[in-house]
């Protein structure tokens, strides 16, 4: 398969996915039967957007909802293309001696109104240079941690990982725990899962394969963990646990976050890249 077909293939995946989720979402919008199921079930807005502006750069779509059971979810895809600066070229494979790029993705990120159900974060991506490779993964933020979810959603991602090679998955869940850790706070940032980067095994059909299944999977698991909490109660004292975590949240995204760096330093859309931050959070 050409490089090219290889592009348009990933790009029309990660859109097929954004879809997918977006639906299931919908459908846990429309569900609701306890608290602010007086209120109106949310659903996406999509917002296009060009990488600098210009549409010969390649740009991206925002889906973000904010709904009754979604506080704030986004599901964003983009495939942008170009050079990298001189600076930044450094830090990518296969960038040091051409700049040129191309890089497509979703990224996705929920911030629930019930401190019960666990905030989540997904992406997996694809990026050419004179190399390729895939990266992704998806990882728990719970307020509350509940062991029941985390042990299931752990369970499908590990279950997700042997069907590919059976050393995945406890790579990937190391490289997540070590990757989403906080130094300043001394903590992880939330209950872990999985995390790859650079993933380029020598089977661009493999690879590609596993990614995909990566999606499929937490589309499996995710949206379960939400409908069994959904219609619970709450307290004050759990919101307010819930919005101090997301300070947390907030800290890792804006100061450690390699997604982050990435969409600033590439000419990507602001707004789009910092959908991951929560619409309320507290710090003492």
């Known amino acids: 398969m050409s490089i090219k077909n290889q592009k348009e293939k990933t790009k029309n995946w990660f859109e ?4 997918q989720i977006c639906v299931s979402f919908e459908g846990i919008e429309n569900d609701l039967t306890g608290v602010n ?11 296009k957007w ?5 549409p010969s750069k390649g740009g991206g779509t925002m889906a973000i909802m904010k709904g009754r059971v979604f506080e704030k979810v986004g599901v964003n895809i983009s495939t942008v293309y170009g050079e990298f600066s001189p600076e930044f070229a450094k830090q990518m494979p296969g960038a040091d001696k051409d700049p040129r790029f191309w890089a497509s993705g979703i990224s996705l990120v929920a911030h629930m ?4 159900i666990p905030a989540v974060h997904m992406n ?12 992704g993964g998806a990882d728990l933020n719970a307020a509350l941690p509940n062991d029941l979810d985390t042990k299931d959603f752990k369970t ?7 069907r590919h090679n059976d050393s995945y998955y406890e790579r990937y869940k190391k490289w997540c725990d070590e990757y989403f850790y906080i130094p300043h706070r001394n903590c992880a940032r939330g209950e872990g899962g999985v995390f790859y980067d650079q993933l380029n095994s020598g089977s661009w059909d493999a690879d ?9 999977s937490f589309n499996d698991i995710y949206p379960s963990l939400v409908r069994r909490h959904m219609n619970k109660k709450w307290t004050e004292e759990e919101r307010e646990k819930l919005l101090y975590y997301r300070g947390l949240y907030a800290e890792f995204n804006l100061v450690y976050d390699r997604g982050t760096a990435f969409g600033l330093k590439t000419g990507g859309n602001v707004d789009a890249i910092l959908m991951s931050l929560p619409p309320h959070a507290k710090w003492k």
């Open 208 to 216: 590609f394969s596993f990614t995909q299944d990566i999606g499929r």
């Open 124 to 135: 997996t991506r694809h990026i050419v240079t004179t190399k390729n490779w895939f990266g």
């Open 16 to 19: 097929s996915l954004r879809d």
């Open 113 to 116: 109104h019930n401190p019960k």
């Open 156 to 162: 499908a991602l590990k279950n997700c990982c042997d």
């Open 50 to 54: 060009y990488r600098d502006d210009d």
């Open 37 to 47: 199921s007086e209120l109106n079930p949310g659903s996406f807005k999509k917002t």
